[in-house]
């Protein structure tokens, strides 16, 4: 559904993306995370084709990338989407289901339907009275406006309340279980986990790691073991009575155990403990930067 | 009635130092003078249109005089120190003359009757969509005007009026200085003002659509205060930069009195339009609504000071010619209680808004 | 394009403030406009009177000219002054029986200046009573405009119902003075034939002068100081007639002020659009209607559309309710053509201005730059209406011939109208350039948005310029690779409009001055032309459109200056077809025409310029290869090449 090819974004001097290459399939959700400044936004939007990249192409939908046809086919939700305030959420909508040629009746269908599942009240009221988590959820309406096979969004949960968080990152899962395309970033990967089938890492303008949890969890995660004794080896803390250990892989679990016995005493215990994504993400940047100052 | 809280000046502060720093004020002055320049230019420019004295006098002018009274216009050149006369016989012969550019004009002169008596007839032929076209006529009319000087003299008898003398042209005068005093100052004394109250709309309504009004809330800061500071920064603004003309003018030799009134002026005028603006901004909520309203309603209230006894220009012009009298020093002084006023009744109405609703 | 698109955002533009803010602006606004037309009365009627009680004038009642002084309001009576008075600065004329005393400063000169003046209209108001109207006016003047070596009726006027069409329509009835029937003769070539109308009666004149304006009664030139006195000047001018104070220079005053107001409302409008254009701007607001299928020129017609109909709509009115006013009937059709480009022109330039600007703050002073600069544009040319043929560059000229019922040529309103067009095509060209996702959300300086606008329209190396790219198909030869030097001599060719109204303008203001004006008009034009060839090529080595390099610079210098030159020659030419007498005295100006044989002239009037075109951009553009400070030197160097160039072509011709 979408391709990026080696997309790079220059801004004078500052490469804001340095060949980003990842594709999403139909139907995934797709997540790109990395700190501030990262440059997902930057990808995010020349795959939107909000931003010409400097070199690299996009194709999204069977378009390419800078196609205002491709347009049609695609949701965008930017990170801030500053809506015309003077307008009420129905009017607004209306003009930009005009924009995406949506005839009259389905548009209004549409945006009464998305509106009840998103349950937003107060449809004639101005926009600039309303709170951010509803400004919000308009600007998700007008993501769906069109019926887009592929969704873009930014941040799709920046700046609301948990509550309202949540429930946004449940309405894109559900869009996903509809069969649409997702792809979102995020800097929090609490959503990220919870909802995406593959993601691809960004630091620095650079894609540094890509692939699904488990492959992500495989290359750069790491499970710790936590070897509880009876008596204190090399490395150990007392820890209610007992000593803890914490080594990174089964030999030195071994060795634990027979140090262990060497000095009279016994292994009670072992837990593992497999690292998040947000300890997959740290090691990624972390070993990026190691290898750079090597 | 400024509360010296620091905040207050804090704000001010900001708002003075965001205007250096987007060299808008560089930009301002360079409006002012592009304005004050353009004004001279018109002004001076047409006046030299005008005035033969400010032309380049050299030339003389040339005419072809025909008619049966070419005399009596003989007679006037001689008073004057101006144009050479062609005569010519035929009017036809100096159309000719005057088509192949070799006069600059021709005039008939025959005698008409009208009503009870006669009169010189005079029909004069000038070129048309020529640049020389304006000193032709205005040489022409000190020609002619002399002949009816002359022409009235000989029919003295028949006037009961006695013309007075007109006194003699040799004091070199120059026909800029109700110019300078009268529209240039104003002008440049009034701009500041209006300019401020221009950017308090701005700096109003950017904050309230940038949503930035906010995070100053959350400071320590009434909104009294931000609007204090906002308002203090242009008020203060606008004299200083009456100031600066002044000094300007002032190094152009040109004498201008009573500068400490003049700035009391400005500030209290400053004031109002800046009022005005505080006003428009909070009400609206909008550049664009408030902005054309703004501009409106301070060319509604620079118009209706026609009402008033002395129109500001004029008190300008007075006091910096020093000319003033005891009502121009009252129009100063209505002017500061009206500012003083209008920005207590704004103070309270600020007090009463509720800065969620904005 | 979209039409169906561009005008549902017209229609939203308009509509969403449908929530009545909107209304309520413009009611107020307009019941604040209504007051002021309550007090517009007064203006006019009582007149200001900014320099009543400027001069002090020491004087006794015995004094013959008491009752001059007393009779103006520009002098207070200061009975009992003295000679201490006078020296100490508190009274400026003294008047000693029937002889003044003035100190030698400036006011007292002016004052003395002024008494002169108004002596002199003392003396005609008083005559004015007398019996005896012959004895009292001897002289009537007739004053005939007439083109030289013309035959005897002038080409551009068109005055076969000019019985009627005399100043005083403008404020009075048409029939209710002598003037009127003594003013225009039908037949300029034989004034001699209507002796017995009468010239103007000035007794009767007078009658009708003191109650309105504009009108040319004896009264007239009096009631205004500065030097501004003389200023009036009929509607339709080809034949002024009065007595000899009544005869003024062409000035096509009145017409002038009835055109500025065409003028005005656009400054209003252009504060709103500017308004609207910076809040798209301002939080990221426009960023979804960029993300939308819709083209971002949809979406500036869009947003434009509303405030151009709105400006024609406000020009209409006043083009009607003018020509009802003036000449009693409907018209007002070429004025209104006139005006559409300068509307567009006000639109363009505040759209690219709202592009640049960084804030409302800013946006006000750019407002505020653009209302001068562009009114002067319009107004200071129209000033010379009747004088040159320099004034057609600006439209408002062809308001006011079409106020004066002058006939204009077609060569003429292209001449006059086809410029500003272009030069608003060029801002609003320039100006939607910025407007994209990565331009129109950043807080960039104005310098660095100017450079990035310029290098909008000059593709990478290698890559695709929509521009450009849609020559391909029309083109034989591969042109991927010469596109970066086509766009940037095509730049420099869109830029002439711009130079082009410049340098008129310049004409139109310096020529006043004398000899100078043309060595002043020559710099002028070397320093526009220089930039308007180099600045986007200095822009497109700031982006790194192109590796610095010397064979790079100069490639870039000769396809800067072969369009320029080209842009330049069709220009000309075009004008050659339109406006011959003006063309020609422009190509002088190019270093053009010279009488000589065929070869000589092809030789001046094409090879010379395209050689100084192309050595000067080169100059410049190896300048800009090498940064900041050089390209500035380069472009004083490039600047002194050319001014020396038109100094010997000029000294050569005349």
Known sequence: MIEAQNLRKEYGDFVAVDGSTFSVQDGEVFGIIGPNGAGKTTTLKMLAGLVEPTAGEATVAGYDANDREMRTHLGFLPEESPLYEEMTPLSYLSFFADLYDVPDGVADRRIHETLDELELEHRERQLGDMSKGMKRKVAIARSLINDPAVLIYDEPASGLDPLTTNYIIEFTEQLAREGKTVVFSAHNLFHVESICDRVVIMNEGESVARGDLDELQAEYGETTYHVYTTVEVPGSVRENGRYRRVVESMDAVERTREAARQAGGSVVDIRTEESSLEEVFLNVADSRKRRRGG | MFDPRSSLFTVAKRDISSLSREKTIVLAICIQLFIAGFSSFLVVGLTSLYDPSSVDSEERLELAVTGEDQEKLVGAAAETDGPQLFRYDDREDAIGAFDSGDVDAVVSVSRSSAGDGTRLRVEAVVPAEDLKTTLIVVRLRELLTALERLERTERGAQLEFTPVEVPSDDAGSSSYFGFTYTILLPLLLFLPPFISG???????????????????????????????????????????????????????????????????LVTAVATITVVVGVVLGLVTGRRRQAQLLYSVLVILLFGATVLLPEHPARTVALLSADSATTTTFAHVGGFAVVALSLYAVVRRYVGRVDPESL | MTPRKLLRIAWWEVTRNAGGIDRRTLAVAFVILALFGLVTPLLLDGGVGLDDGLYRVGIDESSPYYPVVADDETFVVRPGADRADLRNGDVELLFEGATVQFRDNPKSLAAYGELRGTVERFNNEQLRLEENGTAAFPVSVLLEYRQRGGGGDSPRIEDDDAGDGGASDGTGPADDGEVD?????????????????????????????????????????????????????????????????????????????????????????????????????????????????????????????????????????????????????????????????????????????????????????????????????????????????????????????????????????????????????????????????????????????????????????????????????????????????????????????????VQLLAIALLFALGEISLILVLVVVAIIEEIAKSLHVYASFQHRRFEPGLKTALALGVASGVGFFFAEKIALLAQLVGLPELAVGEAGLQGGIVPGPFALTVALFLLAPLVLHVVTAAISAVGASRGKRQYGIALCLAMLVHLAYNLTVVMAVV
Request: charged share 15%.
């Open chain 2, 198 to 264: 221009s950017i308090v709309v701005d700096s109003i309504t950017e904050e309230i659509e940038r949503g930035t009004l906010e995070l100053l809330r959350v400071s320590p800061v009434d909104l009294i205060d931000i609007v204090d500071g906002k308002a203090l920064a242009m008020v203060l603004l606008a004299p200083v930069q009456a100031l600066l003309w002044i000094l300007l003018l002032r190094a152009n030799d040109i004498a201008i009195d009573h500068v400490g009134t003049l700035l009391v």
């Open chain 3, 181 to 501: 029937d003594a003013g225009p003769g039908d037949d300029p070539g034989s004034g001699d034939g209507e002796e017995t109308d009468g010239t103007g009666d000035p007794t009767d004149g007078g009658g009708s002068g003191t109650g309105g304006t504009g009108d040319r009664g004896p009264s007239l030139g009096g009631d205004s100081g500065g030097g501004l006195g003389g200023i009036s000047g009929p509607l339709s001018d080809d034949q002024v007639s009065g007595s000899p104070a009544d005869i003024s220079p062409p000035f096509p005053f009145q017409s002038l002020v009835l055109a500025f107001l065409f003028v005005i409302p656009l400054n209003f409008l252009i504060q709103a659009y500017g308004s609207t254009i910076l809040s798209e701007r301002i939080n990221r607001r426009g960023e979804l209607l960029l993300a939308s299928p819709v083209s971002r020129f949809d979406i500036i017609g869009g947003k434009t559309l509303p405030y151009f109909l709105g400006g024609m709509a406000l020009e209409s009115v006043i083009a009607i309710g003018l020509f009802v006013v003036v000449h009693g009937e409907l018209g007002g059709v070429v004025s209104l053509l006139a005006v559409a480009p300068l509307v567009l022109l006000f639109l363009g330039a505040t759209f690219l201005g709202a592009m640049f600007a960084r804030s409302f703050k800013e946006l006000t002073f750019v407002t505020v730059t653009i209302t001068v600069t562009l009114t002067s544009y319009a107004f200071v040319p129209a000033i010379f209406t009747d004088v040159g043929a320099v004034a057609l560059i600006s439209p408002l000229t062809l308001v006011v011939r079409d106020l004066q019922n002058e006939a204009i040529t077609l060569g003429e309103f292209t001449f006059s109208t086809a410029p500003p067009l272009l030069c608003s095509g060029v801002f609003f060209g320039l100006g939607a350039g910025l407007y994209r996702e990565e331009d129109m959300f950043d807080q960039r300086s104005l310098r660095g948005r100017l450079l990035d606008a310029l290098v909008g329209p000059i593709p990478r190396a290698g890559g695709s310029s929509r521009l450009t790219a849609r020559l391909d198909p029309y083109v034989a030869l591969d042109l991927r690779t010469a596109r970066q030097y086509v766009a940037v001599g095509g730049l420099t060719a869109t830029l002439i409009p711009f130079v082009f109204v």
